[in-house]
C-alpha cells in the first residue's frame, strides 16, 4: 500500500515561515503529479498546491507568492515552503498525488497552527 509521511508541521506566529516534508517509498514516485493538501476544522479539504511529473507548479490564490511546492524525484520526497504564514492557512496539511488522479490513501498529516 502507498504510505505517505508528511512532517515539519508546528505553531507559528502569523508572518512565520515553515517547511513541510513528505515523504514516500513509491516505486515510480516520479511518474506521479503530487500536491500538498490541507484540511481546516469544519471545511473541505482543499488542494494548495501541486506540482507535474516534469516540475510545472499550481497554487491555489490564496497562497501564490507565499508558498513553493517542490519534489525530489530521486529522495522521492514533496516538499511545501511557506512564509508570510496567515492564520487562515490553520489547518492540517496532507500530500498525496495530483489533484487530478484519485488519492491513495491519506496519511497522517502535520499539522500547521498560525497564531500569536
Known amino acids: 500500500q502507498v504510505q505517505f509521511v508528511e512532517s515539519g508541521g508546528g505553531l507559528v506566529q502569523p508572518g512565520g515561515s515553515l517547511t513541510l516534508s513528505c515523504t514516500t517509498a513509491?516505486?515510480?514516485?516520479?511518474?506521479?503529479?503530487m500536491g500538498w493538501y490541507r484540511q481546516a476544522p469544519g471545511k473541505e479539504r482543499e488542494v494548495v498546491a501541486s506540482?507535474?511529473?516534469?516540475?510545472?507548479?499550481k497554487y491555489t490564490d490564496v497562497v501564490k507568492g507565499r508558498f513553493t511546492i517542490s519534489r525530489d524525484n530521486g529522495k522521492k520526497t514533496v516538499t511545501l515552503s511557506m512564509r508570510n504564514l496567515e492564520p487562515s492557512d490553520t489547518a492540517g496539511y496532507y500530500c498525496?498525488?495530483?489533484?487530478?488522479?484519485?488519492?491513495?490513501?491519506w496519511g497522517q498529516g502535520t499539522q500547521v497552527i498560525v497564531s500569536s
Open positions: 498525496n498525488g495530483g489533484p487530478r488522479v484519485i488519492p491513495w490513501p
Open positions: 513509491m516505486d515510480i514516485f516520479s511518474l506521479y503529479d
Open positions: 506540482i507535474t511529473t516534469d516540475g510545472i507548479t
